[in-house]
């Protein structure tokens, strides 16, 4: 009895503070229909579903990228010296082995980055 008598005291004192703000401030009523709006035509699965696809598309494009810099690094050995010599500056000391390791890898396998991101970017393309 008592929530009954609790909710029968709050409609009697009138309108929320919201829909007080609401009624005399127009763009907060704007924005809370928008948001309402959003909410009401699945809004969040949109920008999602536009999140997914946009990371879809952008991971091949990022390793064809990085193919193609790393076929460019392998082909000319003084500017990939110059470039590993300036990491290796603003690495901790005895890093630069690692560096080394590490830098020779992702040259190795640059074909196979550059092929595998070409197919991934075809397949993504495929349905639009």
């Known amino acids: ?4 008598g609790r909710a ?3 409609q009697s004192k009138g309108p929320s503070l919201l829909t007080r703000f609401r009624s005399r401030h127009s763009w907060l009523d704007h924005l809370v229909r928008a948001g309402e709006r959003y909410s009401e035509t ?5 920008a999602a579903a536009i999140t997914y696809f946009s990371l879809l598309a952008l991971v091949p494009l990022v390793m064809v990228a990085f193919a193609s810099v790393a076929l460019v690094l392998h082909s000319n050995p003084d500017l990939l010296a110059q470039l590993k010599d ?4 603003a690495l901790p000391a005895g ?3 690692t560096l080394n390791t590490v830098v020779e890898q992702a040259i190795a396998s640059a074909t196979t980055v550059g092929v595998f991101g070409m197919v991934f970017a075809l397949v993504a393309g495929w349905g639009g």
């Open 42 to 46: 699945h809004g969040t699965h949109y």
């Open 95 to 97: 890093l630069n082995q």
């Open 86 to 89: 300036e990491i290796g500056r």
């Open 1 to 4: 009895m008592h929530r009954a």
């Open 8 to 10: 029968i005291s709050e």
